[in-house]
């Protein structure tokens, strides 16, 4: 079972290049680097440029590492596409995506430009009309990897305030967590804009976890430990997962079907759970020691 953590995704603005440099040495999962929201108008060409320095130069070792684009309206858009078919990165994560055509688009001008052909695609789900149309977007492509929410773009234009519990994204964000599951894609929460309440980020990260996120987008370093805690795998899971697939095993080669481990039926489909957690468990301590 291939797994690839992405617990903890930290945007850094392009236009920044401490930041770009910093990423290198610290403990998120992924580093996305950004063109777009972080990044002023007319600095947008240095901030490419920056990015494109950054990837060839390297040194971000087993982090994956995803170039977001401009929206496919604006004036950078074609640039930025053919800057990252050659740029070295993981995935390119395309914004505000509201049509599964707008994903075919990108693709197709990211092959034009000679983009690898295990380049990554990401899309945000912060329109109203890319969720109503997540399910066909989300199989719309095969190079598609990941769903990550824009929760603030996404709020703005429901014309609704979420509360700190995010009662009114909800909905939207389940309808997400589906989409990515019946395509088998991975999803990622939407940041936390306040860095220093990390009780409340702790909070939302477990949230999250609970509506069946992969992981969580960052916008401060500060933030990467508590993700990594809430979204990693503890000893404590381990053991459970550990057992769970021990028992399933003896059983399966007895002959059958369900085993049972402290009074709990076991079937497959929780072997299968199991077997996901202590996949995801090596995957992380192949990333921290490599």
Not at 169 to 189: E, F, K, N, T, Y
Not at 217 to 241: C, K, M, W, Y
Request: aromatic content about 4%; charged content about 25%; some cysteine.
């Amino acid at each position: 079972m291939s797994i690839r953590p992405r617990r903890s995704v930290l945007y850094m603005p392009g236009s920044n290049t401490r930041a770009l440099e910093k990423a290198r040495t610290l403990a998120a999962d992924c580093v996305i680097m950004d063109l777009e929201d972080s990044v002023a108008p007319d600095a947008k060409e240095q901030a490419r440029d920056n990015v494109l320095r950054a990837l060839e130069r390297g040194g971000y070792g087993r982090r994956e590492r995803v170039f977001r684009i401009n929206g496919h309206d604006t004036p950078w858009h074609a640039e930025d596409l053919e800057a990252a078919a050659r740029s070295g990165a993981d995935a390119v994560l395309l914004p505000k995506v509201s049509t599964a055509e707008q994903v075919g688009q990108a693709a197709e001008s990211l092959a034009s430009h000679g983009a690898p052909s295990d380049l990554g695609l990401w899309v945000m789900a912060e329109t109203a009309a890319g969720i109503l149309d997540m399910d066909t977007i989300a199989g719309s492509h095969p190079a598609l990897q990941v769903i990550v929410m824009g929760n603030a773009d996404l709020a703005s234009e429901l014309r609704i305030d979420p509360g700190p519990n995010r009662e009114g994204l909800i909905g939207p964000m389940s309808h997400c967590v589906l989409s990515a599951r019946a395509h088998g894609l991975d999803i990622l929460d939407g940041v936390s804009e306040d860095f220093s309440d990390m009780t409340a980020f702790r909070a939302s990260c477990e949230q999250g976890r609970s509506l069946g996120f992969d992981g969580k987008t960052l916008i401060h370093p500060r933030q990467i430990d508590a993700a990594n805690d809430v979204f990693g795998v503890s000893d404590q899971a381990i053991e459970s997962a550990t057992a769970v697939c021990d028992a399933w095993q003896a059983a399966f080669d007895k002959g059958r079907g369900v085993a049972v481990l402290n009074g709990r039926m076991i079937e497959q489909l929780h072997a299968e759970s199991a077997q996901r957690t202590l996949a995801l468990a090596e995957a992380i301590r192949e990333m921290e020691n490599g």
